[in-house]
């Protein structure tokens, strides 16, 4: 069974960080793309960030570029999400997944960690 497992959410108060980290079990994503997207209460899910298998491209939502950074380790089959400079308007689930095209997102949710910021 193919599993992307998200963890590291938390509440923190607003200027403070996070490292997400998004663990894949069950096969390996040799080649693909994966990323970041969260959801805030009553709003659509949106992409926040991607980064190629090798790491050579990534790319940012507007609202989290020069405050957050993805990187991913191959080895450990794992992508991480460090956000800095929190607001309490990045109050949201966050997700990672396999991305096409940028910022569309395979099949693969899982639960998502939660992510609180306090004003």
């Known amino acids: 069974q193919v599993q992307l497992v998200e963890s590291g959410g938390g509440l923190v108060q607003a200027g403070g960080s996070l490292r997400l980290s998004c663990a894949a079990s069950g096969r390996t994503f040799t080649g693909a793309t994966l990323g970041w997207f969260r959801q805030a209460p009553g709003k659509e899910r949106e992409f926040v960030a991607s980064?190629?298998?090798?790491?050579?491209?990534?790319y940012y939502a507007d609202s989290v570029k020069d405050r957050f950074t993805i990187s991913r380790d191959t080895a450990k089959n794992t992508v991480y999400l460090q956000m800095n400079s929190l607001k309490p308007e990045d109050t949201a689930i966050y997700y990672c997944n396999t991305v096409s095209r940028v910022s569309s997102p395979g099949n693969y949710w899982g639960q998502g960690t939660q992510v609180t910021v306090s004003s």
């Open positions: 980064i190629t298998w090798l790491g050579g491209t990534k």
